[in-house]
Each structure stands twice: as C-alpha cells, then as structure tokens.
C-alpha cells in the first residue's frame, strides 16, 4: 500500500481562515516533500518543497512543516481564498538506488466557502 | 516558457486498439515520468527516463506498456491491445536535474470503449 497518507480526505474551510493540510510518510529514508495542487482537469502543479534537512519552509501564503521524529508533513495556507479550492497531494522522493522517484498520498479536498 | 505539453488532452480508443500518448518536457529538461491517475486517487508512478534511457520502469506493467524518450521529439508512452482498465488520466512531468521539483502536463485523459 501507499506510505504516504492523508489524515483528512476533505477539508472545508471558511475563505480568510488558514488551512492545514496534514500528511504521514512511513520511509525514513525520504530526502525530499513536496505539496502538489490540483485544480479539476488540470495537472498537479507544485506549490512548495522541502529537504529533509528543514523542518520549516515559507513561500508566500504558504509554510511547509516537516517533523521527521513522527514522519509528519502539513501545509498550512494563510487567509484561504476561493482560488486555493483544490485537490492537494503531498509526494516523498525516494531514492532506489541511482534513481529516486516520487510517491504521492492520495489527496485531501480543500473546500472554501463564503 | 512553455511548460510541459501533453497531446492528446482526450483520446478514446476501443479494446484492442493502441494508444500513444506524447509528452514534451520543459525546455531544458532531460528527466520525464510517467504517472497513471484514476478518479479521487493520487498518481502511481510508472517510468523513470533520461533522454533515449530508461531509468526505472518499476511501476509499468510488464505487458502491453512500454516508453521511450528519444534523442529527439517527445517522449511516448504506448499502450498495445488496450483493455477497460487502461483508462485513467496519465500525467507526464519533467525535471532539469534528479531530485529536483517535478513539473507536470495537464494530462491525457484515456477512454477504452
């Protein structure tokens, strides 16, 4: 099965309040996080990534948490607009030997409303 | 800069038929994946290539499935004998460099009759 999860399937959340989307991972041996967004038709578009070596990462509106001792991922979207409705993915690199590949969890839907 | 191109974005094939879905990576970029999606799921990785190489092939199916990433023009992910079960969007992306961000095509959505 996979070893990236989310704890919430669907998140709904009331525009200008903050949004945290969590994640687990079972490889310790990930190097690499990244949150993915998906719009409806679309292909998942990157928002913002994070090395093992951080715990922390802003970008703008959002901040990428990574705690390693529980293997935990959130990203939290400040001031939540309509635009931020979306399917997100958070996906672990992983490396099999010279190549490394991306495993993604199964999405959790951010719901904002009015 | 144009990102990464799928065609066809729609593409409906009957059983038995084959599908070639093309792929052009971000200008610059010599690494392209290949992931299958089905509805309300996450993407399942299938192939790993590096210019006229493939890396991993680890999630493809042995049977029916193949990909190459040509010296030059797009990369192909081809689908022989196609079955119900084939269809699912399937996501190209590419990277400049292993390890770095992967950035995605908006799909090809595949539908078997």
């Known amino acids: 099965g996979e070893s990236v999860g989310l704890h919430l399937p669907t998140l709904s959340v009331q525009e200008g309040d903050n949004s945290i989307i969590n994640c687990a991972y079972s490889n310790s041996a990930s190097d690499y996080f990244i949150w993915y967004k998906q719009e409806s038709g679309k292909g998942p578009q990157f928002i913002i990534d994070?090395?093992?070596?951080?715990d922390k990462r802003q970008g703008q509106r959002v901040t990428v948490l990574l705690n390693k001792t529980v293997k935990h991922l959130s990203l939290q979207i400040a001031a939540t607009q309509p635009g931020d409705s979306a399917v997100y993915f958070c996906?672990?690199?992983?490396?099999?030997?010279?190549?490394?590949?991306?495993?993604f969890g199964t999405g959790t839907r951010l719901q904002v409303t009015l | 800069n144009a990102g990464v191109m799928q065609n066809p974005r729609h593409l409906v094939r009957r059983r038995g038929q084959e599908a070639r879905l093309r792929c052009s990576p971000v200008?610059?970029?010599?690494?392209v994946y290949w992931y299958r999606q089905l509805p309300e799921e996450g993407l399942k990785f299938m192939v790993y290539l590096q210019k006229e190489n493939i890396i991993d092939e680890s999630g493809m199916p042995k049977e029916r499935f193949s990909a190459e990433f040509p010296k030059e023009g797009p990369s192909i992910l081809r689908i022989q004998q196609v079955v119900r079960g084939d269809s699912a969007a399937y996501f190209c992306?590419?990277?400049?460099?292993?390890?770095?961000?992967?950035?995605f095509g908006d799909g090809t959505r595949l539908s078997i009759l």
């Open positions: 996906a672990e690199n992983r490396r099999t030997g010279t190549a490394s590949k991306l495993t």
């Open positions: 992306a590419s990277s400049r460099e292993q390890g770095q961000p992967q950035h």
């Open positions: 200008k610059g970029h010599s690494h």
């Open positions: 994070i090395r093992s070596n951080m």
